[in-house]
């Protein structure tokens, strides 16, 4: 059956994920695109369902679907040009616990593409456990998108800074700061954790204050980079 009603229960669902909101009432997010879907299912992530559009002819997949028409699928989707499937899969749910390596803290970050971008990098990085204090959703489909299935390979934990903070006890914190040290030369700890602020306003007061050492990148021609490109450079410089 194909569903072409907007007002179906099953694409409200599916709709709602697309807000805030919508993903923590119902605990899910939104995957979009084949590649993706495949990836998020291959890292063993709960997959509730998958939404089609009816002229979908791609990879089947075993999970419980519906069929949308092609209005109704566009409405449900982020995407401008959906690829014609999506999923809705369970957000991983992770309590707050000490890091077994190295690992990032995010404080504040408000653009949910630098926190995706972010993420895509950690993972290939190697930084498999990250920290998010008060930033934006790393599960809205904006951030999803810019993790490049980043999202599904790494331990995101969020909490309040203090709880945060805590769970960190006894790892050196190595904020990231225009006027640090030159991370050029450098030397990090054993293990350590990598600690972004927010976009414009920087570090809170409570990460400041905590933070063990600060780094900075040396730049000619600009005052600042990009949060998600200083994180990139940041953790393959201290990891060498």
């Known amino acids: 059956m194909v569903i072409r009603s907007k007002q179906n229960p099953a694409v409200k669902e599916l709709a709602s994920l697309k807000e805030k909101k919508g993903r923590r009432e119902r605990g899910t997010f939104l995957v979009e695109g084949g590649k993706m879907i495949s990836e998020c299912a291959a890292c063993g992530m709960e997959v509730v369902r998958v939404a089609l559009r009816e002229d979908y002819a791609g990879d089947a997949y075993d999970f419980p679907a519906v069929v949308l028409g092609a209005e109704v ?23 707050l616990e000490p890091p077994k ?30 920290y998010l204090a ?3 959703d790393p599960f809205s489909p904006k951030s999803v998108r810019a993790s490049m299935s980043g999202v599904f390979r790494v331990k995101l934990m969020r909490g309040t800074r203090e ?35 927010n976009e414009g306003n920087g570090f809170s007061e409570a990460v400041r204050a905590r933070a063990d050492r600060t780094v900075g990148i040396p730049m000619e021609g600009t005052e600042s980079l990009n949060a998600a490109v200083s994180a990139g450079i940041l953790m393959y410089l201290l990891k060498r």
């Open 73 to 95: 699928f566009a409405a449900v989707c982020d995407e401008k040009t959906p690829q014609g499937i999506a999923a809705e899969v369970k957000i991983p749910q992770y309590p």
């Open 101 to 130: 390596g190295n690992c990032l803290l995010l404080d504040g970050l408000a653009d949910p593409a630098n926190v995706g971008a972010i993420v895509r990098t950690a993972a290939a990085a190697g930084y498999r456990e990250l």
């Open 134 to 136: 008060d930033c934006a």
């Open 163 to 197: 709880d945060i903070l805590g769970a960190l006890k006894g790892v050196p914190l190595v904020a990231a700061d225009m006027d640090g040290e030159d991370v050029f030369s450098f030397v990090p700890p054993e293990t350590f954790c990598i600690a972004i602020g």
